[in-house]
């Protein structure tokens, strides 16, 4: 049985996963230099967003889908980062800096919502 509360998170996390394949120039931008193959992080971290979102789904691997959902927010905050620098270097607009800003605090709100979904029972 699938709980209602894992429909939200399963869903945010298959678009997202999703959206590395249809649109993978936006992510591949948002990869910090130091990564050697910005495409391969897009599509990694893209095929495991979508299994970690159908894994929410299965009471079987919920709890590890959750735990890696987690460690895939955790890996991608140096992509979150590197945004916003790369925003402020480029002289973007208040505006846009200001939601970078609050994407950031976005990662461990996520992390809580799939560990109380999935986890924490």
Do not use: C
Not at 6 to 20: D, E, K, N, Q, R
Not at 39 to 62: D, K, Q, W
Not at 76 to 90: D, K, Q, T
Request: overall charge positive.
């Amino acid at each position: 049985m699938i709980p209602k509360a894992a429909i939200g998170p399963a869903l945010l996390f298959f678009i997202a996963g999703v959206l590395h394949f249809v649109m993978p120039g936006f992510f591949d931008r948002i990869v910090p230099p130091w990564v050697p193959n910005a495409r391969l992080a897009t599509y990694v971290s893209g095929v495991f967003e979508i299994l970690g979102a159908i894994g929410l789904l299965i009471p079987a691997t919920r709890v590890a889908a959750a735990w890696g959902l987690i460690a895939l927010l955790v890996a991608v905050l140096p992509a979150n980062i590197h945004m916003l620098n790369e925003a402020r270097v480029a002289h973007a607009s208040v505006g846009y800096i200001a939601g970078l800003w609050l994407r950031l605090p976005l990662q461990p709100l996520l992390m809580w919502w799939v560990w109380r979904v999935a986890i924490r029972r």
